[in-house]
């Protein structure tokens, strides 16, 4: 059977992870400033009343798109989507596969106020302790890789660091997998086996989330429509990434993205 892209990524990550471990020991990781200040909750932005509701992502490629911009000064960036109204943030640090870095979410952490995800694939307890030491308010746990057991301990862990929790399933089956107390389900449209994007993921799957977790659609989202559409089924977080880097001028589309929410008038 050919490997899927995200066997690949999973395959990669470990044996990224052994080198890091052995140049980076958990006990250097404890001992970064972050760990003695507090998280910025994703879930409060999110749900506050004046809430865009806009989680802007930055990344620099993707295994499906290729590269959107490598050149990019992440606190300008950064800076400009919370000027635009983002309600937080989404950093990929993977490196092999989406050209990200940690250095680019402690660079938007120094430049901004609002919450940042740290987009990643966590297979191991050390990526969350890595996760405070850059200085991550959210982790993301992707339910496709991980077991119930893996959750639920690294929610714990997560939680005991003051962090948050996004969980992110795709099919059906793997909402056996959500915890009790989990922060935030998010919804990926996105099938990561084989990168294909449909919006409907998010309808069929909602129905099916607990009501105690705040709601997140992630991936392909385009419009101001794809927002009310969402809204109206229940969601409160809508992650954005590849529309924004995409453009020319990233933090100005997240701007006319959100003015156009505020009005809904379609974006073109």
């Known amino acids: 059977m050919k490997a899927s892209i995200l066997n690949k990524i999973v395959e990669a990550k470990r044996t990224d992870l052994a080198l890091k471990k052995q140049m980076y020991p958990?006990?250097?990781l404890t001992e970064s400033r972050y760990f003695k200040l507090p998280c910025r909750s994703m879930t409060a932005h999110l749900s506050a009343s004046e809430s865009s509701g806009i989680i802007a992502e930055i990344k620099r490629k993707s295994p499906s798109k290729g590269d959107f911009r490598q050149l990019i000064h992440v606190p300008e960036l950064a800076q400009g989507y919370e000027s635009a109204g983002a309600s937080a943030l989404s950093v990929l640090t993977d490196t092999t596969f989406f050209g990200g870095?940690?250095?680019?979410?402690?660079?938007?952490?120094s430049a901004t106020?609002?919450?940042?995800?740290?987009?990643?694939?966590?297979?191991?307890?050390?990526?969350?302790?890595e996760a405070k030491f850059i200085g991550a308010d959210a982790i993301l746990l992707i339910a496709a890789i991980l077991s119930r057991a893996e959750i639920e301990a690294f929610t714990s862990m997560a939680h005991e660091l003051g962090m948050e929790v996004l969980l992110e399933v795709h099919f059906m089956e793997e909402l056996a997998k959500i915890p009790k107390g989990i922060d935030m389900v998010g919804v990926n449209n996105r099938d990561l086996n084989t990168f294909e994007t449909n919006l409907n993921t998010s309808k069929s799957l909602i129905p099916h989330l607990p009501e105690s977790?705040?709601?997140?659609s992630e991936s392909g989202i385009r419009s101001a429509e794809d927002i009310q559409f969402l809204r109206s089924i229940g969601f409160s977080g809508f992650l954005i990434g590849e529309h924004f880097m995409s453009q020319n001028d990233p933090a100005q589309a997240c701007k006319e993205f959100i003015q156009s929410i505020s009005s809904q008038i379609p974006v073109s």
């Open 213 to 216: 977790a705040l709601k997140i």
């Open 101 to 109: 870095m940690n250095e680019d979410l402690e660079e938007a952490k």
């Open 113 to 129: 106020s609002i919450p940042i995800l740290r987009k990643e694939f966590i297979i191991d307890a050390y990526q969350i302790l």
């Open 26 to 28: 958990e006990k250097m």
